[in-house]
C-alpha cells in the first residue's frame, strides 16, 4: 500500500447537495503525512513574516527597505520557478519537500544566530529571502502537485481547502505568537524557534511515498519545459484565465501584507504585538473560508466565486486604508484574510481540476511566477509609498485590484461562451 489514489478516479465522496465531509481528504494516509508536515512549516513561515517584517523596520525604518526584502524573495523565486515546476513533475516529490525543508531550516537558523551575536545586517535579511524564495520555488509546485496525485481529481476542492486550511491556521498562531515572543525572545529566538519548526516538518513527510514522476510532453531543460507548460495553459483557456488573474491580483492587492509591519508602526504607533494580532486576524479570516471551501465540490460555482472573492480582496484593502486605528483594523484584517484565501483557494483548485496531471507542478510554477513578481512590485509599491503616503497607496491597489478582477471576469464570460 502506497496511500496513493487512483488520478483518475471520479468517485466522489459528495453527497445529493454537491458538498463532501469537511475533513473528508484526511481519511487518506498520505494526504495526511503531507497535511502534517505542512503544518509545521507554515507554522514557521508565518512566525518568520512577522520577525523579517519587524527586523526591516528595526534595521532601516523605511517602506523601501520592506520592498526591498520582498524583492529579494520574489528574485529567489523567479530564479528558481523554471526548476521547480520541471522537479515537481520530474523527480521524487518526498525528495524535494525534505532538501527544501532542510534549506529552510539552515537560513531561518543563520540569520538566528546572526542576530544573537548582534552581528546581523540589512545585506543579511536580503539574502535570506533569497534563499527562502528560491525554495518555496520548489516546495510549492511539490506540495499542490503531490496533493493533486494522492487524492482523486474529485476530492481535490477539498484536498486543496484543507491544505491551504494549514496556511491560515498556522498563520493565526505564528503572526501572533512571533509578534508577542519577539520580546521576551528576541528576533534571533523566534528564527532559531522556526528553525526548529522546519526541521520537524520532515518528520511526517518520511513516512510518504515518493511520488510519480509525471512529466509528459517536450522533454528537455527546465526552460523548454516550462515553455511547454506556457502553450498547454494558452491552449485551455480557463486555465489561462485562472493563471492571468492569480498573477494579477496578487501584483496589485497582496502587498498589503509586506506593507503592513510599517503601516501599524507609523500610522496606528503600534508595537510588534499589534502587528501579530492583525496578521493574526488576517489568518482568522483565512481559517474560516477554508473551512467552508473545504465543502464545495461544484466546480461551476469554485469559477464563479473566484470573481466574488477578488473584489472582496479590493474592497478590504480599501477598508484597511482608511481604518483610523488598529482596532477598527482588526475586523478589517479578518476579512480581508477570508477574501485573499477564498481567492487563492479556488484559483489553485481550479487550476488543477481543469490542467491534467502531467502538468500539475509546471502550472502551479506559473501561478507562482506571480507570487514571485510581487515582489518586484512591492519594491516599487514602496517608493510610492513614501511619496504620496501608505494610506493613499492602499487606494491605488484597491482601485486597480476592481478593474483587474472586473476586466479577468469579462474574459472569463467570452471564454464560457465559445465552450
Request: aromatic share 10%.
Amino acid at each position: 500500500m502506497t496511500g496513493i489514489e487512483d488520478p483518475q478516479a471520479t468517485q466522489s465522496a459528495a453527497g445529493p447537495s454537491g458538498r463532501v465531509g469537511t475533513f473528508s481528504s484526511m481519511a487518506n494516509p498520505a494526504f495526511r503525512g503531507l497535511w502534517w508536515s505542512g503544518v509545521f512549516a507554515f507554522l514557521a513561515v508565518g512566525m518568520q513574516i512577522t520577525a523579517r517584517g519587524w527586523l526591516a523596520v528595526e534595521l532601516t525604518d523605511s517602506n523601501a527597505s520592506l520592498g526591498s526584502v520582498m524583492l529579494a524573495f520574489g528574485g529567489g523565486m523567479i530564479l528558481a520557478t523554471p526548476f521547480g515546476g520541471v522537479a515537481a513533475d520530474r523527480f521524487s516529490k518526498r525528495t524535494l519537500i525534505v532538501l527544501v525543508h532542510l534549506v529552510l531550516t539552515i537560513s531561518a537558523a543563520a540569520l538566528g544566530i546572526a542576530v544573537f551575536a548582534d552581528v546581523v545586517e540589512f545585506w543579511m535579511l536580503l539574502v535570506s529571502a533569497f534563499v527562502q524564495g528560491a525554495s518555496f520555488a520548489f516546495m510549492g509546485p511539490a506540495r499542490v502537485a503531490f496533493t493533486g496525485e494522492v487524492v482523486p481529481r474529485s476530492s481535490l476542492p477539498n484536498a486543496v481547502s484543507l491544505v491551504q486550511l494549514t496556511v491560515s491556521a498556522t498563520g493565526i498562531v505564528g503572526p501572533s505568537a512571533a509578534g508577542f515572543l519577539i520580546g521576551p525572545m528576541g528576533i534571533g529566538g523566534v528564527y532559531v524557534l522556526t528553525a526548529l519548526f522546519t526541521a520537524g516538518g520532515i518528520i511526517p513527510v518520511l513516512t510518504l511515498p515518493p511520488g510519480r514522476s509525471t512529466c509528459s510532453g517536450t522533454r528537455g531543460s527546465p526552460l523548454r519545459e516550462l515553455a511547454d507548460a506556457v502553450r498547454y495553459v494558452v491552449a485551455r483557456p480557463r486555465v489561462g484565465v485562472v493563471v492571468l488573474t492569480t498573477a494579477l491580483v496578487v501584483l496589485t492587492a497582496f502587498p498589503y501584507l509586506t506593507f503592513l509591519p510599517r503601516f501599524t508602526k507609523t500610522e496606528f504607533e503600534g508595537g510588534a504585538g499589534w502587528l501579530g494580532a492583525l496578521q493574526g486576524a488576517n489568518a482568522i479570516g483565512g481559517t474560516v473560508v477554508s473551512l467552508w471551501t473545504a465543502r464545495l465540490t461544484d466546480p461551476e460555482l469554485v469559477w464563479r466565486l473566484r470573481t466574488v472573492a477578488g473584489l472582496g480582496i479590493a474592497a478590504g484593502v480599501a477598508a484597511l486604508g482608511f481604518a483610523p486605528n488598529p482596532w477598527v483594523a482588526l475586523p478589517i484584517m479578518v476579512f480581508l484574510g477570508g477574501a485573499s484565501m477564498g481567492f487563492q483557494t479556488m484559483n489553485q483548485s481550479t487550476a488543477l481540476m481543469q490542467s491534467d496531471q502531467a502538468y500539475h507542478g509546471r502550472v502551479q510554477s506559473l501561478i507562482m511566477l506571480a507570487f514571485s513578481a510581487q515582489g518586484f512590485a512591492s519594491f516599487f509599491l514602496g517608493g510610492l509609498a513614501d511619496a504620496i503616503g501608505l494610506r493613499r497607496l492602499h487606494e491605488v491597489m484597491a482601485l486597480t485590484t476592481v478593474a483587474v478582477v472586473l476586466g479577468m471576469a469579462a474574459v472569463g464570460r467570452r471564454v464560457d461562451r465559445a465552450r
